[in-house]
Antibody, heavy 116, light 108 residues
Framework: EVQLLESGGGLVQPGGSLRLSCAASGFTFTSNAMSWARQAPGKGLEWVSTISDSGGSTYYADSVRGRFSISRDNSKNTLYLQMSSLRAEDTAVYYC?????????WGQGTLVTVSS | EIVMTQSPATLSVSPGERATLSCRASQGVSSNLAWYQHKPGQAPRLLIYGASIRATGIPARFSGSGSGTEFTLTISSLQSEDFAVYYCQQYNNWPSFTFGPGTKVDIK
């Protein structure tokens, strides 16, 4: 059974930084691209970033490019999202996803709140 | 950027009735279209990919159709567990995924 468990969310001030983690199990982590997506309060789903299976290629939505960095540790089956220069509009539940052609499986999410 | 639109925004349906949800892409996405179900506090769930292929474990009452710019998700006979928000998403420009704004299916 595919399991994705996000952690690292919390309250952070505008301009601050936060690192999210996603522990993966139940599938061959090293053979799959992984992604982060988010849902702001009262809004729809938004793709944030994707990383290839090897970690050699990364992709970002325009809204986070230059501020967020996706990475992975294939020895630990863990995905990361380093977020910096955070803004109020980054407040959202962040989900990690096993990514094939599309976002095949999702975790339960972790809440990030950017507020002073 | 490919913009996705969905209609209606809200669909009120009685249990056992049929629900038809629409999705439109601002440019052609071939059959690179997925549908997701999302309930509050839960992980989004992939229902359909390739416009018409049910994901693993998805009941047969869910079906998808369309290609190019016009797509439809049909739930043939709504069950109580089907009341949720449904999103379409294109992946033609992988991995620059874009989602529609969602259709909320609620109880009539």
């Amino acid at each position: 059974e595919v399991q994705l468990l996000e952690s690292g969310g919390g309250l952070v001030q505008p301009g601050g930084s936060l690192r999210l983690s996603c522990a993966a199990s139940g599938f061959t982590f090293t053979s799959n691209a992984m992604s982060w997506a988010r849902q702001a309060p009262g809004k729809g789903l938004e793709w944030v970033s994707t990383i290839s299976d090897s970690g050699g290629s990364t992709y970002y939505a325009d809204s986070v490019r230059g501020r967020f960095s996706i990475s992975r540790d294939n020895s630990k089956n863990t995905l990361y999202l380093q977020m910096s220069s955070l803004r109020a509009e980054d407040t959202a539940v962040y989900y990690c996803s096993k990514t094939t052609g599309t976002l095949e499986y999702w975790g339960q999410g972790t809440l990030v709140t950017v507020s002073s | 950027e490919i913009v996705m639109t969905q209609s209606p925004a809200t669909l009120s349906v009685s249990p056992g009735e049929r629900a038809t949800l629409s999705c439109r892409a601002s440019q052609g996405v071939s059959s690179n279209l997925a549908w997701y179900q999302h309930k509050p506090g839960q992980a989004p769930r992939l229902l359909i990919y390739g416009a018409s292929i049910r994901a693993t474990g998805i009941p047969a009452r869910f079906s998808g159709s369309g290609s190019g710019t016009e797509f439809t998700l049909t739930i043939s006979s709504l069950q109580s567990e089907d009341f949720a928000v449904y999103y379409c998403q294109q992946y033609n420009n992988w991995p620059s995924f874009t989602f529609g704004p969602g259709t909320k299916v609620d109880i009539k």
